[in-house]
């Protein structure tokens, strides 16, 4: 209850009437929309939904031009260690027939960022907007699926939580909770081979122009 009130308190503080009421409508607060390298249309939604909310109270999910989602990351803010804290409790990408296609064809799309790696990122930005000091994500023993409660529903927890972690920089602690890096590394161009600089680049000019959209989104104010 104590993190559910810190979290409303935090967003309502941080975020103007407006776009608190879209981030709690069925549609989102729209954080940005860009497109890709083939003209795919991509969309960054802030939303509060009741599908996910074992998982977390606020998610961002990314969408292409059609709805589809592609990666979806769930998380609540509240005090950890009296220390301002992110705790993501889920993350996702489609379970459809198709879904190891639409996120190859994503990556593809996106200069080769995995759409999970990219919500990612657009959560430490926004734990960086709302001065957050420590974003902190559940492993899979801690997944609330794995409660006795949710016995019949583990099937439905697709994705290996350790592995993403551990491959983002994440270390696990003793109570099983992952410590993510509230910083994001970018390898220098320099240190990139010449034939994938390109690549890289385009990337990099990508990820600016989403991380600047979220943040005119955020932080705007009514007038």
Known sequence: MQAILYHYSMLTSFLDVEAFKSHLSPDGLCLCQFMGKDDQLFILQFVSTCRLDREGEASIILRDGSGQMLAEITFVLCLRDNKRSVIIGGLQGP????????????????????????????LIQVASLLSVDKIFAVSNKLHVY????????????????????????????SHGYYSIPINIIRKRLGDVPSKKRAVYRRRYELTDAISEQTRQALTRKCS
Do not use: C
């Open 95 to 122: 379970n459809n027939d198709n879904a190891q296609e639409l996120v190859q064809q994503a990556t593809k799309n996106l200069y080769g960022l995995f759409p999970k790696r990219l919500v990612l990122e657009s």
């Open 146 to 173: 794995q409660a006795v409660r949710y016995k019949n529903r583990v099937k439905h927890l697709h994705a290996d939580y350790d592995s993403f972690w551990e491959m983002s920089g994440g270390d696990i602690d």
